[in-house]
């Protein structure tokens, strides 16, 4: 009998203690942390203190361009305190920073959005390799999921992009991306008609 319950003692110093937090996943423009909607009822919720948690986000954000989005992982405790973990921007972020692009394609793999070169992958998957979910990925993984990201919202991947030929690219862009939306601006109010 005390064999056993000593063998139980050991069991519930082993058995870590569960986690009752609540996680809240969203992306939060750096800089920007404001009570309104949708972060502020998202917060309120959770019976946080909006005021301090937008003052703390801000002032851990300062070093970010102001409205970059940022994925933010917040595990609210039963105390009502939080611990806030900040990612960096997503990968569609800074691959149409690199492309200087502000849209993807509307048929990603029948039409190209932009370029980017095989440095701006690596560059960019040297950044999202700090994000914890990804820091103990691989790099050469992590350049493949970057490229898969890449194709997946229009852009070629090149070894190298020459600069005149590529602002030459823009141009034309534009104006494509200028008629696209026009289409889509076109088949909104034919809809908001038929109704």
Known sequence: MSKAGGKMKALKKAVEKVNHSNLIRT?????????GPPLG???GQRGL?????CKDFNARTANYKNGVPLPCRIQVRSDRSYELTIHNPPATFLLKQAAGIQRGAMSPGREVAGKVSLKHIYEIAKIKQQDPPLQLTPLK????LTIGVAHSIGLEVVREIDPEEYGEFLKNRTSVVEEQLKELQEKK???MLRK
């Open 49 to 53: 203190n909006i005021a301090a948690f």
């Open 141 to 144: 993984q992590i350049c493949e």
């Open 189 to 191: 109010e034919a809809k």
């Open 41 to 43: 009822p998202m917060l």
């Open 27 to 35: 992306n939060i423009p750096a800089g920007m942390a404001v009570a």
